[in-house]
């Protein structure tokens, strides 16, 4: 079982920026991809950013160059920071982990969500 623990969202002004983490502990051998995903009122949960183990980052057009994803292999922990914060990022921030288990199987583990606002 792997636990995740999120912090960093909170209000913050357009143009401001924030950056959250994800820390994974609990029963896993390795921890292959890390990303974050949102979900506004109203719509789909959309992928935020992605990083591989390898570190190979993807995002989408909407955040892309204004948000960086980074992580610490040693510590199991991923970062989003988000910059040039605009209104409609405003949403629910889920961070995703995908770990390798003792017995070879690979899981897809959810964070509890961290709520960004973006407002004046």
């Known amino acids: 079982q792997v636990q995740l623990a999120e912090s960093g969202g909170g209000l913050v002004q357009p143009g401001g920026f924030l950056r959250l983490s994800c820390a994974a502990s609990?029963?896993?051998?390795?921890?292959?991809?890390m990303g974050w995903f949102r979900r506004a009122p109203g719509k789909q949960r959309e992928l935020v950013a992605n990083?591989?183990?390898?570190?190979?980052?993807n995002y989408p057009d909407s955040v892309k160059g204004r948000f960086t994803i980074s992580r610490d292999n040693a510590r199991n922990t991923v970062y989003l920071q988000m910059n040039s914060l605009k209104a409609e990022d405003t949403a629910v921030y889920y961070c995703?982990?995908?770990?390798?288990?003792?017995?070879?199987?690979?899981?897809?583990?959810w964070g509890q969500g961290t709520q960004v606002t973006v407002s004046s």
């Open positions: 995703y982990v995908r770990s390798m288990s003792a017995m070879g199987y690979e899981y897809g583990n």
């Open positions: 609990g029963r896993f051998v390795s921890i292959n991809d």
């Open positions: 990083i591989t183990r390898g570190g190979i980052t």
